[in-house]
């Protein structure tokens, strides 16, 4: 056997059990709801769209080793259960079930005796060093409505959050659509309305619109869009033509839009999303029957939880970035009238209480990251279509108005895109 041996145990047979470094890991990544593994052999067990049980060796020998690794991070979402094939884990005879959900697990079992069976040497779970969402540097807006017409331009912005001026548009005019940034340095804007419709259009890691692509899930506006799970992205609620809705679509690091997804929480429209904690988002806010503040977190694999109670003024028409790395911020809207209310998110998706407005009170804008660890809202309406913005920096602060830069517009979306500053 080739390889560094490092404390190793002996076999029955006499022969040395390879440790984790020696171990033959298995090329193909495990995806199925059940695998026979082998002893010696190591494991990835990928368990995004189920959970899996692992049917251990039936006539172990002592030293027997195996290693299964959690590598989608979504153990918690769906276990990975032991079969120990007749033999003993830990002592238990093989009535017990041994289920590992932690996220980021990894497990190296040895097989000790008939009276122990498999013990684990080692069964933790390894941190997320996380992708950060918000380390795009560049932003683009784009689509939306002046008030009169449809539009489909778009503004790139810097990463010193400089907006430049209007690029001749690319795809349907559309509006009360939204965007999300994709792949790590990409970005894509989907849905939206003249005709309610679920078109896309992807953009690139330099910031140019591509035409439409035909769209997949059902048609609807006035939704919203997040990154999550570092290079994903996800759209949620809307309204489809009548009535609000609760479903979803996710996105691909390739940006494919997949099928819908049942919803989960209040179906509402006219909300705002937010990357946070780094490979997370939350969708908050918006209009049911009524105005809402509650929000709905999205795991890092693109699970929605169910409400949670809202913090801060309750309104629609608002807009929503993540910044700083891990948090988010939501802000502006309206309650019937215009407000620049924000609501800071920290690192774990909790919305805090109101911070007072700076800016000019308006609704129907679009915010995004920029420059690594900051975002900007622009646009939107007052009694007119606007372009003025408002910099958020990386603790959170909201800067007082600049004077926009293209045509004032509002019901537009926006996302970040390009890692290179």
């Known amino acids: 056997m080739s390889g560094t041996i490092v404390n190793n ?7 040395i059990a390879a440790t984790p470094g020696g171990l033959d890991w298995s090329t193909a990544v495990v995806t199925g709801s059940t695998v026979t593994v082998e002893a010696g052999r190591g494991y990835f067990i990928n368990t995004t ?19 299964l690794v959690d590598y989608a991070r979504t153990w918690a979402t769906n276990a990975v259960t032991l079969d120990s094939n007749g033999n003993n884990f830990q002592g238990e005879n093989d009535t017990y079930a041994v289920d590992y959900d932690t996220v980021g697990q990894s497990l190296n079992i040895v097989y000790a005796d008939s009276t122990k069976g498999w013990l684990p040497v080692s069964d933790d779970a390894v941190a997320d060093v996380g ?24 503004n790139l912005a810097n990463s010193s ?3 430049a001026s209007d690029v001749t548009g690319v795809g349907t005019a559309r509006w009360r659509l939204a965007a999300a940034s994709y ?44 990154s999550f799970g570092g290079d994903k992205a996800i759209f949620g609620y809307g309204r489809p033509g009548s009535g609000n809705t609760s479903l979803t679509n996710l996105v691909s690091n390739s940006g494919v839009v997949a099928a819908d997804v049942t919803g989960v929480g209040t179906a509402r ?31 890092n ?13 309750a309104r629609y028409y608002l807009a929503g970035a993540g910044y700083g790395g891990d948090k988010g911020i939501f802000g502006f809207g309206s309650t019937g009238s215009a407000t620049g209310v924000t609501n800071l998110i920290n690192n774990s998706g909790v919305v805090a209480s109101d911070v007072a407005a700076v800016g000019t009170a308006r609704v129907q804008l679009a915010a995004s990251s920029y420059g690594g660890d900051k975002a900007m809202f622009a646009y939107g309406f007052t009694n007119e279509a606007v372009s003025v ?4 920096n990386n603790s959170g602060v909201v800067a007082s108005d600049v004077t926009g830069v293209g045509t004032g517009r509002g019901d537009l979306a926006a996302a970040g895109f390009s890692q290179s500053a």
Not at 271 to 287: E, N, P, Q, R
Not at 301 to 313: F, I, K, P, R, Y
């Open 301 to 313: 694999s693109g699970v929605v939880a169910s409400d949670t109670s809202g913090v801060g003024t």
């Open 269 to 299: 429209r006219q909300l705002a999303a937010s990357s946070y904690g780094g490979d997370k988002g939350v969708f908050g806010f918006g209009i049911a029957s009524n105005s809402a503040n509650v929000t709905n977190k999205v795991s």
């Open 183 to 226: 792949g790590y340095d990409k970005a894509i804007f989907a849905y939206g309305a003249d005709s309610t419709t679920s078109i896309k259009n992807l953009v690139s890691n330099v910031g140019v619109v591509a035409s439409d692509a035909t769209g997949v899930g059902t048609a609807r506006f006035s939704l919203a869009a997040c």
């Open 49 to 67: 769209s189920n959970a899996c049980t692992v049917t251990l060796p039936a006539s172990p020998e002592v030293g027997d080793q195996i290693v």
């Open 131 to 154: 992708v950060n969402v918000a380390a795009t540097q560049k932003a683009i807006f784009a689509f939306g409505s002046n008030g009169s017409a449809n539009l489909s331009m778009s």
């Open 389 to 392: 913005k408002n910099l958020v």
């Open 9 to 15: 145990v002996a076999r029955a047979s006499g022969t």
């Open 161 to 163: 959050g400089v907006i």
